[in-house]
């Protein structure tokens, strides 16, 4: 039982580059959620998940997209990368009957 | 603004003493959780207290919740070196299919 794994754990992109972050959960659960997080902000929702084929924004979700094709993949894509994109990203699941959120190990992206 | 503000935003603390953390929050909330996240690393759930609820125990843990003061509070005690790490609280909004986290307390426990 592997938790809720992320891919990559590293990435430097030059602006205007596209990458896709893939988050993978083993747990079943239905909802999943991106975040990211930067010095002094904490953890702010990019895009969420309530099932299979649904996403919705969160606070943050301008210049990013996201896909949930399979219910155990949560995909987040940035199509024209930004320096402002600099961040590390945690991909999270939810337990539904306990109300807890799993959370990925992170992925430190720097975009140059 | 967040939903969650914590204090304070530091803590520093000799081994074995307590620690205690607040999380002040806005608007009405379902339960509120706090996760510790330790340097590099993702966030590890500690505990969730739901709003009918006072106070929760878990271990060395102890959180309480007033939501007539919108504020809830995390208590370590017998803080251990292993504890050091960013603790952050999160608030479950009525009707939210999201948590909304506060900017976290760094906390640092002196052998």
């Known amino acids: 039982n592997a938790g809720v794994t992320q891919t990559p754990k590293f990435r430097v992109l030059k602006t205007g580059q596209s990458m896709t972050l893939l988050c993978a959960q083993d747990?079943?659960?239905?909802?999943m959620y991106w975040y990211r997080q930067d010095p002094g902000m904490g953890l702010r929702l990019i895009h969420y998940s309530v099932g299979e084929g649904t996403t919705a924004k969160g606070e943050v979700p301008d210049g990013y997209n996201v896909s949930r094709l399979k219910k155990q993949n949560f995909l987040l894509g940035l199509e024209s990368a930004a320096p402002s994109q600099t961040s590390v990203y945690f991909c999270a699941s939810r337990e539904l009957s306990t109300d807890t959120q799993y959370f990925g190990p992170g992925t430190r992206l720097t975009v140059l | 603004s967040q939903q969650g503000e914590e204090d304070p935003q530091a803590l520093s603390i000799q081994e074995g003493e307590n620690a205690t953390m607040n999380c002040s929050y806005k608007t009405s909330i379902n339960n509120l959780q706090w996760y510790r996240q330790n340097s590099g690393r993702g966030l590890v759930h500690l505990i969730l207290i739901r709003s009918n609820e006072r106070e929760k125990h878990s271990g060395r843990l102890r959180v309480t919740l007033d939501t007539s003061k919108k504020s809830s509070s995390l208590l370590i005690t017998a803080s251990r070196a292993a504890d050091t790490a960013s603790y952050f609280c999160a608030t479950r909004i009525q009707g939210a299919q999201k948590l909304v986290f506060g900017q976290g307390t760094r906390l640092t426990i002196n052998p």
């Open positions: 747990m079943n659960h239905e909802y």
